[in-house]
């Protein structure tokens, strides 16, 4: 592991972090509270984007140090299966049966 390879990680986590804030909290704004919008489309997007990047990858199309910047930077902190678990329950927490089981699958 080396120092541009650290920096690549952190730089990408800002800009997914960011980028997952605005997505989210835009689709929440558009399509209302009552789901959780943002998480499913930053989740649909981010592994829509890991799959294209996995096919790059398999190329050798990319530099390992931009592999660290968007893989585990940029969709690491873009993605997230802990806010998918806890919307889900909360939903469940709050008598939403159908709109759980419309996150869940």
Request: hydrophobic share 55%; charged share 10%; aromatic share 14%.
């Amino acid at each position: 592991m080396t120092t541009a390879t650290l920096l690549a990680v952190a730089l990408g986590g800002a800009l997914g972090a960011l980028g997952r804030y605005l997505l989210s909290t835009g689709l929440r704004g558009w399509l209302g509270p009552d789901f959780p919008w943002g998480t499913l489309g930053v989740n649909l997007l981010g592994s829509f984007a890991l799959g294209f990047l996995f096919a790059l990858v398999q190329r050798q199309a990319i530099p390992p140090e931009f592999q660290a910047l968007l893989a585990v930077g940029v969709l690491g902190s873009f993605t997230t299966f802990s806010t998918f678990g806890y919307e889900t329950m909360a939903l469940v927490r709050d008598g939403q049966f159908i709109w759980a089981l419309g996150n869940a699958a």
